[in-house]
């Protein structure tokens, strides 16, 4: 008798918590649309992921795809749920559940069994009723062909120099592209006319780099030059300056001994820059003398096991021989 109450009880407290936490159970269908065409989009990633601040992204564990009509089934577990919809070829998508705005009544089920959500792509949860179908238009991206045409500061042709195009924002490593509704990478190098050829994808944020040993890198966003079929990039010689970084512990003020400290690790999976470096630190939390360049957006990050990675931004013009750039670590 006493465990049959302690179960009721359980159970009770359950459902209290429950409600208290928005936790629901509704089963609805997704329906993916090719914005241009009206076909349905086979093969498209659905994440449903917690409505939240930042929460755009959803995780990278494998997510389940819509069939050949574009359908897929889901089952809802929040009032607040954000569902993103991942494709290449497509702009990636997001379709927010909101519950219904406080001191409102809530809105009866939608009778119809399709609903289409777009353009705002948002919807009541108390909207949809179990079972119905939410349409989703998916705006298909536009691909187009830009020259790149890379020049020293005399207005001479660089070749090999590395170019590099990629959409979207910052991946956790390369090859996760398709994962994130992306197109791949783009990696190609400068002929001897200092010209290569990388493909814009209109609809994303297209971001190119390039990138030469002894040069300053440069890094622009595509989105200004959608008009352009050629793209002029200046790669001027780099001045370098000899430094020491120092790893400290933050709390203590001790030396950090077999600290990582890198230059040129971009964040997003890009491979890193030609005149990057990766070192450790000695005993006195002092890596060997390295070079820092002249660059726009000079950073150097430090990593160590048990501390919180770092990022510093320096002041090249400020580096002096003999004064060690500290970078603080705090303890996980």
């Given at each position: 008798?006493?465990?049959?109450?302690?179960?009721?009880?359980?159970?009770?407290?359950?459902?209290?918590?429950?409600?208290?936490?928005?936790?629901?159970?509704?089963?609805?269908?997704?329906?993916?649309?090719?914005?241009?065409?009206?076909?349905?989009?086979e093969g498209a990633d659905?994440?449903?992921?917690?409505?939240?601040?930042?929460?755009?992204?959803?995780?990278?564990?494998?997510?389940?795809?819509?069939?050949?009509?574009?359908?897929?089934?889901?089952?809802?577990?929040?009032?607040?749920?954000?569902?993103?919809?991942?494709?290449?070829?497509?702009?990636?998508?997001?379709?927010?559940?909101?519950?219904?705005?406080?001191?409102?009544?809530?809105?009866?089920?939608?009778?119809?069994?399709?609903?289409?959500?777009?353009?705002?792509?948002?919807?009541?949860?108390?909207?949809?009723?179990?079972?119905?179908?939410?349409?989703?238009?998916?705006?298909?991206?536009?691909?187009?062909?830009?020259?790149?045409?890379?020049?020293?500061?005399?207005?001479?042709?660089?070749?090999?120099?590395?170019?590099?195009?990629?959409?979207?924002?910052?991946?956790?490593?390369?090859?996760?592209?398709?994962?994130?509704?992306?197109?791949?990478?783009?990696?190609?190098?400068?002929?001897?006319?200092?010209?290569?050829?990388?493909?814009?994808?209109?609809?994303?944020?297209?971001?190119?780099?390039?990138?030469?040993?002894?040069?300053?890198?440069?890094?622009?966003?595509?989105?200004?030059?959608?008009?352009?079929?050629?793209?002029?990039?200046?790669?001027r010689v780099a001045e370098?300056?000899?430094?020491?970084?120092?790893?400290?512990?933050?709390?203590?003020?001790?030396?950090?001994?077999?600290?990582?400290?890198?230059?040129?690790?971009?964040?997003?999976?890009?491979?890193?820059?030609?005149?990057?470096?990766?070192?450790?630190?000695?005993?006195?939390?002092?890596?060997?003398?390295?070079?820092?360049?002249?660059?726009?957006?000079?950073?150097?990050?430090?990593?160590?096991?048990?501390?919180?990675?770092?990022?510093?931004?320096?002041?090249?013009?400020?580096?002096?021989?003999?004064?060690?750039?500290?970078?603080?670590?705090?303890?996980?």
């Amino acid at each position: 008798m006493r465990f049959q109450l302690h179960c009721l009880m359980g159970v009770v407290l359950s459902a209290v918590l429950a409600t208290q936490l928005g936790c629901v159970h509704k089963p609805i269908k997704i329906r993916t649309l090719d914005g241009a065409t009206g076909a349905s989009v086979e093969g498209a990633d659905v994440r449903q992921h917690s409505a939240r601040l930042f929460a755009f992204f959803p995780s990278t564990a494998p997510a389940p795809k819509t069939s050949a009509a574009g359908e897929i089934d889901l089952v809802l577990n929040a009032r607040g749920t954000n569902l993103a919809i991942l494709r290449p070829g497509y702009v990636p998508t997001q379709v927010a559940i909101v519950p219904e705005p406080s001191g409102r009544a809530s809105a009866p089920p939608s009778e119809c069994p399709t609903l289409d959500v777009s353009p705002s792509n948002c919807v009541e949860f108390e909207r949809l009723a179990k079972g119905t179908t939410i349409e989703v238009h998916l705006t298909p991206t536009v691909p187009r062909t830009v020259r790149v045409c890379v020049r020293s500061e005399l207005a001479l042709p660089l070749a090999d120099a590395e170019v590099i195009a990629h959409a979207g924002l910052f991946l956790p490593k390369d090859g996760v592209e398709a994962q994130w509704g992306l197109p791949a990478l783009q990696r190609t190098s400068t002929n001897a006319h200092g010209c290569a050829e990388v493909t814009v994808h209109g609809g994303l944020r297209n971001y190119l780099y390039v990138r030469a040993a002894g040069r300053v890198s440069e890094r622009l966003s595509l989105d200004a030059f959608a008009a352009h079929a050629q793209i002029d990039v200046t790669l001027r010689v780099a001045e370098f300056k000899a430094a020491v970084v120092r790893v400290i512990d933050d709390a203590t003020g001790y030396p950090i001994k077999n600290a990582r400290v890198e230059l040129g690790k971009e964040l997003d999976g890009i491979a890193r820059d030609p005149n990057g470096w990766s070192v450790q630190t000695d005993t006195n939390g002092c890596t060997p003398a390295v070079l820092l360049p002249n660059a726009n957006s000079l950073s150097v990050s430090a990593s160590c096991e048990r501390f919180r990675s770092s990022r510093k931004m320096i002041a090249w013009q400020f580096v002096r021989a003999g004064n060690p750039i500290e970078i603080l670590l705090k303890r996980k």
